[in-house]
T-cell receptor, first 111, second 114 residues
Framework: DTGVSQNPRHKITKRGQNVTFRCDPI?????LYWYRQTLGQGPEFLTY????????KSRLLSDRFSAERPKGSFSTLEIQRTEQGDSAMYLC?????????FGPGTRLTVT | AQSVTQLDSQVPVFEEAPVELRCNYS??????LFWYVQYPNQGLQLLLK??????LVKGINGFEAEFNKSQTSFHLRKPSVHISDTAEYFC????????????FGKGTKLSVKP
């Protein structure tokens, strides 16, 4: 296993700009998750894919957020018109069933 | 509502002392339980898991945890900690019947002092 990878590791953007993050899961894992983690908190669920199908979205995922997983491989998370409240660590995880393995995260800072 | 409570936000301990990090979860018929460790500016690493079977589970780095269904707890323990164990620890629960996302506690910062 090469592990879950995420790019970029850090992103600084100005309020109102769009940003896109990429996650490459462990190759044989068909399930992929996005979480958001703010300072002093545990990760909070955003959305979940099984293969290419997006099966669940949290109420945290406002209409400015969109996620895709074309062909059931890598996934992208896009945030449009970023706000300062979007500053957080965005974590991606993948699994076969219950055990989720996390990537290193993308830290987003909105100025 | 499904929730996970980590009772201590910070735990300071001296090197080579034992430690217990506490985790309680809201009751459900079916749960799968996990502990993760997070070092600064890194992702989460799976320490150990309870899926079924023996209620005492062993993980990496000498950690173990005990699933107690009646008390809805899954406390993490280590008999002798090292400086390198300084990190934040998260308890997470997968509730059966959900789509698959984990519910996390707020984390416990373990600080090991020489």
């Amino acid at each position: 296993d090469t592990g879950v990878s995420q790019n970029p590791r850090h992103k600084i953007t100005k309020r109102g700009q769009n940003v896109t993050f990429r996650c490459d899961p462990i190759s044989e894992h068909n399930r992929l998750y996005w979480y958001r983690q703010t300072l002093g908190q545990g990760p909070e669920f955003l959305t979940y894919f099984q293969n290419e199908a997006q099966l669940e979205k949290s109420r945290l995922l406002s209409d400015r957020f969109s996620a895709e997983r074309p062909k059931g491989s890598f996934s992208t998370l896009e945030i449009q018109r970023t706000e300062q409240g979007d500053s957080a660590m965005y974590l991606c995880a993948s699994s076969r069933v219950y055990e989720q393995y996390f990537g290193p995260g993308t830290r987003l800072t909105v100025t | 509502a499904q929730s996970v409570t980590q009772l201590d936000s910070q735990v300071p301990v001296f090197e080579e002392a034992p430690v217990e990090l506490r985790c309680n979860y809201s009751s459900s018929v079916s749960v799968y339980l996990f502990w993760y460790v997070q070092y600064p500016n890194q992702g989460l690493q799976l320490l150990l898991k309870y899926l079924s079977g023996s209620t005492l589970v062993k993980g990496i780095n000498g950690f173990e945890a005990e699933f107690n269904k009646s008390q809805t707890s899954f406390h993490l323990r280590k008999p002798s900690v090292h400086i390198s164990d300084t990190a934040e620890y998260f308890c997470a629960v997968f509730y059966g019947g959900s789509q698959g996302n984990l519910i996390f506690g707020k984390g416990t910062k373990l600080s090991v002092k020489p």
